[in-house]
């Protein structure tokens, strides 16, 4: 079998350190792997299973020799080391914002439009995670009926923000049992015991980049042009997970045991009915793990028969971030 190599951009992060673990778990078939991250962290240990890898920085000839790059940095630094990485003739499979709408970068999601990925131009970029456990809930029924509306609220974890989001509620917790004041600088406010409906930067049309990515990216996933999204983006004190509720206006009627039916056939997706006798999912039913559980199916009594309601959970750490963009790599190397 061949063997690929493999270098993660940006390895010491929650999103790096969980590519690292899904690469072994998944039994990829790695050649040579590399660890790379900032000058302050070179020279700290990693593990990809039982490989120990020693961290080196990053820089523009880091990547020569490599078939993939998967980045889990800033948009700052993907667009930084975008050139060098395709000029070493490397695939970069991008965690971050940077090149998501780019016409010329496809957005993918294996399950849903694996064909995307093979026009790719050296560059592919992973979804946002809120988008992906959405689009991936709602994949089955996307095929069989258009949808031309969505409203969704996401109540999403602080681990979105990334190990100091974990941090900042963890301190909050040891504060509220042993004393002490409680400070935020990740957050805007308090997370303990609160929900901000406020992620991402505010834009003038009232919405925030967070929101405004469930339409801009949904719309190009599920090549649908005209799809308009209403959302609004929650972050609650859980540590992983996300969770969204869904109202879908579609093109023509669909009954809830034909919605339920599509959840439960889309690959990736479990349509929840017995959870300890519950028809829903929970952030930790779904938490370490690469399915996207799918509940409370119901009519939208707003839209009737053209409506469906539904609620949903997945890891955005796994399948939202990190196994998305292996998934893309096996994708790819399935037809080499």
Same mark, same amino acid.
């Given at each position: 079998?061949k ?10 992060? !929650? =999103?790096?350190? #969980? ?38 920085? !990053?820089?523009? @000839? ?14 700052e ?6 050139? %060098? *990485?395709? #000029? !070493?003739? !490397? ?16 957005l993918?999601?294996?399950? *849903? ?7 790719n131009?050296?560059?592919?970029a992973?979804?946002?995670? $809120?988008?992906? =456990?959405?689009? /991936? %809930?709602?994949?089955?029924?996307a095929?069989?009926?258009?949808i @031309? ?20 509620? @963890? ?21 303990? $015991?609160?929900? *901000? ?19 801009? #990216? ?15 983006? =929650?972050?609650i004190?859980? /540590?992983?997970?996300h969770?969204? $509720? ?11 045991? @034909?919605?339920?039916?599509?959840i ?29 559980? =799918? ?37 790819? *190397?399935?037809? %080499?």
């Open positions: 079998m063997k690929w190599n493999i270098a993660i951009l940006g390895a010491t992060g !929650a =999103v790096g350190q #969980e590519m690292l673990k899904v690469l072994a778990e998944r039994k990829f078939p790695v050649g040579e792997l590399k660890a790379l991250a900032s000058k302050s962290s070179a020279g700290k240990t990693v593990y990809s299973g039982e490989r120990q890898l020693i961290i080196e920085e !990053a820089t523009a @000839e880091s990547f020569k020799g490599m078939d993939f790059v998967l980045g889990a940095v800033s948009n630094m993907a667009k930084k080391f975008a050139p %060098a *990485i395709v #000029e !070493a003739g !490397a695939v970069f499979i991008d965690n971050s914002s940077a090149f998501r709408l780019d016409k010329d970068v496809p993918v999601v294996p399950q *849903i439009n694996p064909d995307d990925a093979f026009a131009k050296g560059i592919i992973n979804p946002n995670c $809120s988008t992906i =456990v959405t689009l /991936m %809930a709602i994949s089955g029924i095929r069989i009926r258009k @031309e509306t969505m409203v969704a609220c996401t109540y999403q974890a602080v681990s979105g923000a990334g190990r100091e989001g974990i941090e900042e509620l @963890e301190n909050q917790i040891k504060c509220e049992v042993l004393g002490g004041e409680k400070t935020h600088k990740v957050f805007p406010t308090q997370i303990l $015991s609160n929900a *901000i409906p406020c992620i991402g930067s505010a834009l003038d049309n009232g919405y925030t980049t967070e929101e405004m990515k469930m339409q801009n #990216e949904g719309r190009k996933i599920l090549h649908l042009p005209d799809m308009n999204v209403c959302c609004t983006c =929650v972050r004190p859980v /540590m992983r997970s969770s969204i $509720s869904v109202q879908l206006k579609l093109d023509s009627a669909l009954s809830v045991e @034909e919605a339920k039916a599509a439960a056939s889309a690959p990736g997706c479990v349509l929840a009915s017995d959870l300890d006798g519950r028809d829903y999912p929970t952030p930790l039913d779904t938490s370490d793990q690469d399915l996207v559980f =799918v509940g409370r199916v119901r009519r939208d009594l707003i839209n009737g028969d053209k409506g469906i309601a539904l609620w949903c959970c997945g890891d955005q750490i796994r399948k939202g971030a990190a196994t998305n963009c292996i998934e893309i790599a096996e994708l790819l *190397i399935s037809k %080499a």
